[in-house]
């Protein structure tokens, strides 16, 4: 065979795939650039490690899928058996195809076999043009009896230079907390049982040199495409391997793979940067928009019900919202929980997908005109895979739930999880999302929700979360099939249906349940490590938070708020004429903005000062940006210094300017820094030295407008 080295953007990726057993990653990281064929030999042998005293007699060769046959003691990349066999495989490499075209992405496809196993594996690995590594495995049993799968880990080598982890954790209204520490030898495992992604799921593990930040330091990291059980791991080895990987978490029993049956991984996404944290975003941001299915219309300005009717529906109230919606600029409205039949709280009424005929004698259709008539499109909420024990459907057939013989599990939010894997209630699902979608004229967004986690999901007596996760892909792909101009939302409690397998079949996430803007600030800015702004539903609340009582003006609210898919989640009818003016501002800003928001590059600040923190987004051409700088506490000095603006050409000048239309945010300032009310200064300058920011009371955000003056 060979030694393959793709490359891609600024990332190199060399395989050392001659044989006899399972290629090996010599290197993903930095752009080696074009090495002659001669050195790629040299290249391997300098990172083969000695043979040491207490220890095997031969090197220890980390293969892209680890094996104790091959010396591995860390973490094994498959395990499973065949009745008590089969439980060790020494993979040997039958064909390896390689395609890689100046154009497009480096692809690499691994075949290999272990006949005393009986097993088949294939490796699929991708270097998209962003630099953006994708890897898979696919198992399939060769063998004439069952093979019990446990674990399938795509893993990637990290070199000894990244010392610090940085992960997410998180809760209901509180997701995406960020936890640093130095990486310490063993491992340090990211499980999620909880049936969905989850609120404490960590959209990426990123690896790094010491102290990397935002804008510095080499990191690595690994994000595992799922959208049921999962793990993502670090793993140090007192031997000097480090590995980041992940995979699917399964059940004991849960992929028993009979006779030529197969089993794929969820794709594992590594991205690798030398420019900190932005560079992964970066490159992720860039391979999400450049998908086929990415939204490519402007992204409407949302209104959400929710926070201003719950389930108190009427039809001219919800009317009279409409027409102030329209009157402030929004573009959708969404009916949120409360529709269907029965549906008068949350303790019942899941399952019966019909219009609820007391609360909507004459259905949805008068509303939906009467939004239609104002130039906005309709968008309805739906949770279809659960159903309350208090509903017609759950009565009809107590069967069609996810559990273990003999009891039902524990209730959340009054509600179990439907057995999509069960035809029937497949069918009947699929049929009346299909038929609430031709029976109206005009429904063109569904909120999809999914409010609780998935506890003893058994279908027929087995574990059944990976093929209820399954399941609920091919529902929606075959719901978008059947529409294909739907647009749909995941929203599962807020933010705990969050990755980027369920991104392939929606078209934005909702990041929290919380819209206090504070929280929502941090919570935003590490959604954002993965995913772009224009996927991330970031709605306006009241002025007090229902999820935490805190009381924000309006304007940071919005300016939180203008930085993702801008909707808002209030009930504008009872603000105060003033208040829906200056709403009206905010939303003609976003609009204004919104090209630049939703296709430039997102930039943020390291600042010094723990209390400011600052972020934007820059034009892929730099001919303009724009940037916030949010006060979110005291801060110790009685200035917080001077702010930096990343990202524009150091090279052109740039005239600075707070954002037009809209208040101001409120200071503490006797005189204004000297700079105000706008500057023009060079890149360079503005880059390294940056503004003299104001002394903005806590809670209070900054907007800055910048645009090359040349």
């Given at each position: 065979m060979t030694i393959v080295h793709l490359r891609r953007a600024a990332t190199s990726l060399v395989l050392d795939a001659r044989g006899p057993g399972l290629p090996r990653v010599a290197h993903w990281g930095a752009d080696l650039g074009p090495l002659a064929t001669d050195d790629l030999p040299t290249l391997v042998a300098a990172g083969v490690p000695?043979?040491?005293?207490?220890?095997?007699d031969a090197?220890?060769?980390?293969?892209l899928l680890p094996?104790?046959?091959?010396?591995?003691?860390?973490?094994?990349g498959l395990a499973g058996h065949r009745a008590g066999t089969a439980w060790s495989t020494a993979f040997r490499l039958d064909v390896l195809d390689v395609a890689d075209e100046p154009a497009g992405s480096a692809r690499v496809t691994v075949t290999a076999t272990d006949p005393d196993a009986a097993l088949t594996l294939t490796i699929e690995v991708e270097l998209d043009p962003t630099g953006l590594v994708l890897l898979r495995h696919r198992l399939r049993n060769d063998g004439d009896a069952p093979y019990e799968l446990r674990e399938l880990a795509a893993v990637l080598p990290v070199p000894a230079v990244a010392t610090e982890l940085l992960d997410l954790t998180g809760r209901w209204c509180r997701e995406r907390s960020p936890q640093r520490h130095p990486w310490p030898m063993g491992a340090w495992v990211r499980e999620g049982r909880h049936g969905r992604t989850g609120h404490d799921a960590t959209l990426l593990l990123v690896a790094g040199t010491s102290g990397f930040g935002f804008r510095h330091g080499e990191v690595w990291a690994v994000h595992t495409a799922w959208s049921g059980d999962h793990v993502t791991f670090a793993e140090r080895?007192?031997?000097?391997?480090?590995t980041l990987g992940g995979g699917e978490l399964l059940a004991p029993g849960e992929v028993l793979l009979g006779p030529g049956e197969s089993y794929a991984t969820p794709l594992l996404y590594a991205v690798h940067s030398t420019a900190g944290l932005d560079g992964l975003s970066d490159a992720l941001h860039t391979h999400l928009r450049a998908r086929p299915g990415h939204p490519r219309s402007a992204r409407p300005v949302t209104l959400n019900v929710w926070e201003a009717v719950y389930f108190d529906h009427d039809l001219n109230r919800l009317r009279a919202l409409a027409d102030h919606a329209a009157e402030v600029g929004v573009e959708?409205?969404?009916?949120?929980?409360?529709?269907?039949?029965?549906?008068?709280?949350d303790r019942a009424g899941l399952g019966d997908w019909y219009v609820d005929e007391k609360v909507w004698p004459g259905g949805l259709q008068p509303l939906i005109d009467h939004v239609r008539g104002h130039?906005?499109?309709?968008?309805?909420?739906?949770?279809?895979?659960?159903?309350?024990?208090?509903?017609d459907l759950f009565r009809a057939h107590p069967n069609w739930v996810l559990a273990v013989p003999g009891r039902l599990p524990p209730t959340w939010r009054y509600q179990q999880v439907l057995d999509l894997v069960n035809a029937d209630a497949y069918a009947y699902v699929l049929g009346r999302l299909d038929a609430l979608l031709r029976e109206h004229d005009g429904i063109a967004y569904l909120k999809w929700d999914h409010n609780r986690d998935l506890t003893e999901a058994?279908?027929?007596?087995?574990?059944?979360?990976?093929?209820?996760?399954?399941?609920?892909?091919?529902l929606l792909d075959e719901l978008r099939a059947r529409h294909p101009g739907l647009e749909i939302e995941s929203c599962s409690s807020g933010g705990a249906r969050v990755?980027?397998?369920?991104?392939?079949?929606?078209?934005r996430v909702w990041a929290s349940d919380c819209n206090d803007a504070l929280e929502r600030l941090a919570i935003q800015r590490w959604t954002g490590l993965l995913l772009p702004p224009e996927l991330v539903g970031s709605h306006v609340g009241p002025d007090r938070s229902h999820t935490t009582h805190r009381v924000h003006d309006l304007g940071f609210r919005a300016a939180t708020a203008l930085f993702g898919h801008f909707g808002v989640e209030w009930d504008i009818g009872s603000a105060s004429a003033v208040d829906r003016a200056e709403l009206a501002a905010w939303v003609a800003l976003h609009k204004r903005l919104r090209p630049l928001l939703h296709a430039g590059r997102v930039v943020r600040v390291d600042h010094p000062d723990p209390a400011v923190w600052a972020h934007g987004v820059v034009a892929g051409d730099l001919s303009r940006a724009v940037y916030a700088v949010a006060r979110i506490a005291t801060s110790v000095t009685q200035t917080p210094g001077a702010l930096r603006l990343p990202g524009l050409d150091p090279a052109r000048r740039y005239g600075v300017r707070p954002a037009a239309g809209v208040p101001g945010p409120a200071v503490l300032d006797l005189t204004e820094p000297g700079w105000l009310p706008g500057v023009t200064l060079p890149g360079a300058v503005l880059g390294s030295i940056g503004l003299q920011l104001p002394a903005l009371h806590p809670e209070q955000t900054l907007l800055l407008e910048v645009d090359a003056a040349d």
């Amino acid at each position: 065979m060979t030694i393959v080295h793709l490359r891609r953007a600024a990332t190199s990726l060399v395989l050392d795939a001659r044989g006899p057993g399972l290629p090996r990653v010599a290197h993903w990281g930095a752009d080696l650039g074009p090495l002659a064929t001669d050195d790629l030999p040299t290249l391997v042998a300098a990172g083969v490690p000695p043979v040491v005293a207490s220890s095997f007699d031969a090197p220890t060769v980390l293969s892209l899928l680890p094996e104790a046959s091959a010396g591995w003691s860390g973490r094994p990349g498959l395990a499973g058996h065949r009745a008590g066999t089969a439980w060790s495989t020494a993979f040997r490499l039958d064909v390896l195809d390689v395609a890689d075209e100046p154009a497009g992405s480096a692809r690499v496809t691994v075949t290999a076999t272990d006949p005393d196993a009986a097993l088949t594996l294939t490796i699929e690995v991708e270097l998209d043009p962003t630099g953006l590594v994708l890897l898979r495995h696919r198992l399939r049993n060769d063998g004439d009896a069952p093979y019990e799968l446990r674990e399938l880990a795509a893993v990637l080598p990290v070199p000894a230079v990244a010392t610090e982890l940085l992960d997410l954790t998180g809760r209901w209204c509180r997701e995406r907390s960020p936890q640093r520490h130095p990486w310490p030898m063993g491992a340090w495992v990211r499980e999620g049982r909880h049936g969905r992604t989850g609120h404490d799921a960590t959209l990426l593990l990123v690896a790094g040199t010491s102290g990397f930040g935002f804008r510095h330091g080499e990191v690595w990291a690994v994000h595992t495409a799922w959208s049921g059980d999962h793990v993502t791991f670090a793993e140090r080895r007192p031997t000097g391997e480090s590995t980041l990987g992940g995979g699917e978490l399964l059940a004991p029993g849960e992929v028993l793979l009979g006779p030529g049956e197969s089993y794929a991984t969820p794709l594992l996404y590594a991205v690798h940067s030398t420019a900190g944290l932005d560079g992964l975003s970066d490159a992720l941001h860039t391979h999400l928009r450049a998908r086929p299915g990415h939204p490519r219309s402007a992204r409407p300005v949302t209104l959400n019900v929710w926070e201003a009717v719950y389930f108190d529906h009427d039809l001219n109230r919800l009317r009279a919202l409409a027409d102030h919606a329209a009157e402030v600029g929004v573009e959708r409205f969404v009916l949120d929980d409360g529709w269907f039949t029965g549906r008068w709280h949350d303790r019942a009424g899941l399952g019966d997908w019909y219009v609820d005929e007391k609360v909507w004698p004459g259905g949805l259709q008068p509303l939906i005109d009467h939004v239609r008539g104002h130039g906005m499109q309709f968008g309805l909420w739906v949770e279809p895979e659960m159903v309350n024990p208090d509903s017609d459907l759950f009565r009809a057939h107590p069967n069609w739930v996810l559990a273990v013989p003999g009891r039902l599990p524990p209730t959340w939010r009054y509600q179990q999880v439907l057995d999509l894997v069960n035809a029937d209630a497949y069918a009947y699902v699929l049929g009346r999302l299909d038929a609430l979608l031709r029976e109206h004229d005009g429904i063109a967004y569904l909120k999809w929700d999914h409010n609780r986690d998935l506890t003893e999901a058994g279908h027929a007596g087995r574990p059944g979360v990976h093929a209820q996760t399954v399941a609920a892909y091919r529902l929606l792909d075959e719901l978008r099939a059947r529409h294909p101009g739907l647009e749909i939302e995941s929203c599962s409690s807020g933010g705990a249906r969050v990755d980027l397998e369920i991104l392939r079949r929606t078209d934005r996430v909702w990041a929290s349940d919380c819209n206090d803007a504070l929280e929502r600030l941090a919570i935003q800015r590490w959604t954002g490590l993965l995913l772009p702004p224009e996927l991330v539903g970031s709605h306006v609340g009241p002025d007090r938070s229902h999820t935490t009582h805190r009381v924000h003006d309006l304007g940071f609210r919005a300016a939180t708020a203008l930085f993702g898919h801008f909707g808002v989640e209030w009930d504008i009818g009872s603000a105060s004429a003033v208040d829906r003016a200056e709403l009206a501002a905010w939303v003609a800003l976003h609009k204004r903005l919104r090209p630049l928001l939703h296709a430039g590059r997102v930039v943020r600040v390291d600042h010094p000062d723990p209390a400011v923190w600052a972020h934007g987004v820059v034009a892929g051409d730099l001919s303009r940006a724009v940037y916030a700088v949010a006060r979110i506490a005291t801060s110790v000095t009685q200035t917080p210094g001077a702010l930096r603006l990343p990202g524009l050409d150091p090279a052109r000048r740039y005239g600075v300017r707070p954002a037009a239309g809209v208040p101001g945010p409120a200071v503490l300032d006797l005189t204004e820094p000297g700079w105000l009310p706008g500057v023009t200064l060079p890149g360079a300058v503005l880059g390294s030295i940056g503004l003299q920011l104001p002394a903005l009371h806590p809670e209070q955000t900054l907007l800055l407008e910048v645009d090359a003056a040349d």
